[in-house]
Each structure stands twice: as structure tokens, then as C-alpha cells.
């Protein structure tokens, strides 16, 4: 079993960053690609950013390329999420996912973590 607890989220001014970490623990986890989604109120849930097992190959949605970065330090079994110049629209529960490779991220999810941006 595979667990993935989110941490880092908050509220922030436009323009402001923050970073989001996602612990996992469980058998094979650090070689499970891992990434990032979001749910904003009455939306539906959206990719955000994927991450390989190895850290090799990452992929983001056209929404927040060049501002998001997305990382893993698999000695800590953590990924992050970076997160720059926000404004209202990433305004969402972000949740951690984990899976078979960057475009299959569904076999895990975390609990979520509140993202809230004020303008």
C-alpha cells in the first residue's frame, strides 16, 4: 500500500509562491512517477505537473509551465511542487498522485491540500 500526505498549502498574495511537499511511504513508491492535480470548487480535477520515477522527465499543463516546477528527492521518498507568480486561477485543492509512468497517475492519491490566492 502506498500513502502520499500533502503539506504546504495555504493562502498567498498574487504574484507570491509557495511550495507544496508530498510524503510518500509503501512498497515501490520511489520507483512510481509521480505528480500533481488540482480541483478548484465546481471543477472538474485537472492535471498540473508529472514527474518520473528518476526525476529524468517531468511534464506540465500549458496552464502553468514556466511558472510551476516540479521536483523529487526519492531519498526522502518526497516530491514538490513549486509554485510562482500565482494568481486567482490556481486558487484549488491540490492533490499528490502516484503512478505507473507521467501520463498514468491514478493508482494513488493523497488526502489534498488547500491553495488559496488572494488578489
Known amino acids: 500500500q502506498v500513502q502520499l500526505v500533502e503539506s504546504g498549502g495555504g493562502l498567498v498574495q498574487a504574484g507570491g509562491s509557495l511550495r507544496l511537499s508530498c510524503k510518500s511511504s509503501?512498497?515501490?513508491?520511489?520507483?512510481?512517477?509521480m505528480g500533481w492535480f488540482r480541483q478548484a470548487s465546481g471543477k472538474e480535477r485537472e492535471f498540473v505537473a508529472a514527474?518520473?520515477?528518476?526525476?529524468?522527465?517531468?511534464r506540465y499543463a500549458e496552464s502553468v509551465k514556466g511558472r510551476f516546477i516540479i521536483s523529487r528527492d526519492n531519498a526522502k521518498t518526497t516530491v514538490y511542487l513549486q509554485m510562482n507568480s500565482l494568481n486567482s486561477e490556481d486558487t484549488a485543492v491540490y492533490y499528490c498522485?502516484?503512478?505507473?509512468?507521467?501520463?498514468?497517475?491514478?493508482?494513488?492519491w493523497g488526502q489534498g491540500t488547500q491553495v488559496t490566492v488572494s488578489s
Open positions: 514527474i518520473s520515477w528518476s526525476g529524468g522527465i517531468t
Open positions: 509503501g512498497r515501490t513508491v520511489s520507483s512510481s512517477a
Open positions: 498522485a502516484a503512478g505507473q509512468n507521467t501520463y498514468s497517475l491514478r493508482d494513488y
